[in-house]
């Protein structure tokens, strides 16, 4: 029993010495990248009730959830994302505010997922939410931040893809797909799953025209280029066209940002999280078989709380991204190690002082007695 009492769960694991120490600077550097925007610190509970995150939201699915009850028999959960918790946070202190809101954030997310693949099931993640701005240029900052946040960290080879969820949706509306057929649909465009898909909308008996433009989504990622061919595939389909439009209005913000080089497209990038209505990010780097970056924009998600207020926002894996550091051996700044200041018996007094000047000095100090 003592044996076991010393091992962790599966999916969880510590985190000390020189590998927390790199984590806390990586963190440090990228939260002062995000405040330098204006964004404000805010913290959430750990454990929300049971409908923040319900199916209605578009969150995690209850089965991923660790769920567990008070003594007044409320069903409660641990976050396993933060975005809900922040739209419940704006809608509950913010309700009459017109001017946008900035809030950033720093903690663990908990997954209750039996496909662990390698994943952790409790993970940092840091993030920033802007809220109160439906613009082009609101989702340009969101996703320069992205970029400034990762070069911050250290990481030099990674890409930000850009999607539009406007752009699938309309598709769907026009060849008139049910909620329950888009949603799994969903799933088989955002895991490429071509042949999947196809099977799904032939069992749908969805019109060979409208079928080909559905899964030509799987296609159309790349440069600039993939947004003209976007274009060419829904002429007429006003909603897909205007979803087009606003990412290229995007990319000619974000060259003003002059980060344009780290940018690229994905109309078949879709999210589990059913709350995202148009703009859409994941970055990418080496060494990851999976986005270390997700975010994007939830102009409906406030209403379920309350507040209609557009929204968008990003997080980022610090457990991945430390990770992708590791293996392409980026070697993050850590603060020098304390000084050691050994003492005798009739030479602690005098040693003691010493020390206490360093510490005064902003030096670390570790007092040991000497063998």
Known sequence: MGRKLVHTPEGVRDIYGEEYAKKLAAENLMMEKVRSYGYEDIQTPTFEFFDVFSREVGTTPS???YKFFDKEGNTLVLRPDFTPSMARCAAKYFMEEDVP??????????TNTSNLQGKL???????????????????AEMAAMVIETLSAAGLKDFQLSIGN?????????EAGLEEETELELREYISGKNYFGAEELLQDRNVPS???????KVTDLFG?????????????????????????????????????EKYVSFDL?????????????????TYGLGDALVKGGRYDTLLGRFGKEAPAIGF????DDLMAALGRQDIEVAIPAKAETVEYTPGTYAECLRRAKEMRQEGRKVVLLPKE
Do not use: H, P, W
């Not at 078949?268 to 990418?284: C, E, F, Q």
């Open 121 to 139: 099931k409790e993970v940092t993640q840091m993030g920033a939410e802007l809220i109160g701005d439906g613009s082009v240029e609101a989702d």
């Open 101 to 110: 809101i900035r809030f950033c954030y720093l903690g663990n997310t908990f």
């Open 268 to 284: 078949g990038m879709l999210s589990k999280y059913n709350y995202y209505t148009g703009v859409i990010y994941k970055a990418y």
């Open 63 to 65: 089965r991923e959830l």
């Open 223 to 259: 440069s600039t280029d993939a947004l003209a061919q976007a274009k060419r595939l829904v002429e007429g389909n006003e909603r897909s066209l205007k979803a087009v439009e606003r990412l290229e209005k995007l990319y000619e913000t974000l060259c003003l940002y002059g980060v």
């Open 165 to 173: 969820v406007e752009y699938f949706k309309g598709i769907c509306m």
């Open 315 to 318: 997080m980022v894996i610090i």
């Open 209 to 215: 025209r409208y079928c080909e433009a559905l899964l």
